[in-house]
């Protein structure tokens, strides 16, 4: 299982470039480098999908939802709470839709880099025991996966701190302003305000 999971880790690493600069680089961080690079491909992947959406289809959605809840007849019964409260909900679930799969690989990518770290001092460790400490080219292999799959993991960490807590403001936003805008009373039919601007 083991060589299996390693096996594949070599064929992605050997197919990403024939040659170049990030081939090299995935070359001595060692193989938990790879895995720390297809994380962040996919991490970066979900922060553009939500950033598509909240600039181009969150005020579609948005009015959408608005439609049909002044298509509603009754905006101060029970029922109408109760639609309020499920249509709030789904958009709800709408904007944060993969915000908590970006907050796992964004915890996962530090994780990540402290294995690369300890995959390193293991190569160190076996080649102090071979060979001594003499050979330096050969610790240096080992030292230079520590350094590289932990500066890795914590940049990719670092930067997507900063765009999940600007994604939740923007998702946190569109639903306050939903919600102002479905006000529970009398019908109010005129046309509703959805200019959001996103700023951090």
């Given at each position: 299982?083991?060589?299996?999971?390693?096996?594949?880790?070599?064929?992605?690493?050997?197919?990403?470039l024939e040659?170049?600069?990030?081939?090299?680089?995935?070359?001595?961080?060692?193989?938990?480098?790879?895995?720390?690079?297809?994380?962040?491909?996919?991490?970066?992947?979900?922060?553009?999908?939500?950033?598509?959406?909240?600039?181009?289809?969150?005020?579609?959605?948005?009015?959408?939802?608005?439609?049909?809840?002044?298509?509603?007849?009754?905006?101060?019964?029970?029922?109408?709470?109760?639609?309020?409260?499920?249509?709030?909900?789904?958009?709800?679930?709408?904007?944060?839709?993969?915000?908590?799969?970006?907050?796992?690989l964004?915890?996962?990518?530090?994780?990540?880099?402290?294995?690369?770290?300890?995959?390193g001092?293991i190569?160190?460790?076996?080649?102090?025991?071979?060979?001594?400490?003499?050979?330096?080219?050969?610790?240096?292999?080992?030292?230079s996966?520590?350094?590289?799959?932990t500066?890795?993991?914590?940049?990719?960490?670092?930067?997507?701190?900063y765009?999940i807590?600007?994604?939740?403001?923007?998702?946190?936003?569109?639903?306050?302003?939903?919600?102002?805008?479905?006000?529970?009373?009398?019908?109010?039919?005129?046309?509703?305000?959805?200019?959001?601007?996103?700023?951090?």
């Amino acid at each position: 299982m083991i060589e299996s999971f390693g096996y594949l880790i070599e064929a992605t690493r050997s197919s990403l470039l024939e040659t170049g600069a990030l081939q090299n680089f995935l070359y001595t961080g060692g193989p938990v480098l790879v895995v720390i690079f297809l994380t962040t491909l996919v991490l970066w992947f979900l922060i553009a999908e939500r950033f598509w959406f909240f600039m181009i289809q969150s005020k579609p959605y948005s009015l959408q939802v608005l439609t049909h809840w002044n298509s509603f007849p009754d905006h101060d019964s029970w029922t109408a709470q109760v639609t309020r409260e499920k249509l709030l909900s789904e958009a709800r679930i709408k904007f944060n839709s993969t915000l908590a799969i970006i907050r796992t690989l964004i915890g996962i990518a530090p994780l990540l880099g402290l294995l690369g770290t300890v995959n390193g001092m293991i190569e160190v460790f076996d080649v102090i025991a071979f060979s001594g400490s003499s050979n330096a080219r050969a610790m240096a292999s080992g030292i230079s996966k520590c350094i590289l799959s932990t500066m890795a993991g914590l940049v990719v960490a670092i930067s997507g701190v900063y765009f999940i807590n600007l994604l939740q403001r923007y998702s946190e936003r569109s639903v306050r302003q939903l919600s102002k805008q479905m006000q529970l009373g009398p019908n109010d039919r005129s046309e509703p305000d959805l200019e959001v601007q996103y700023a951090s």
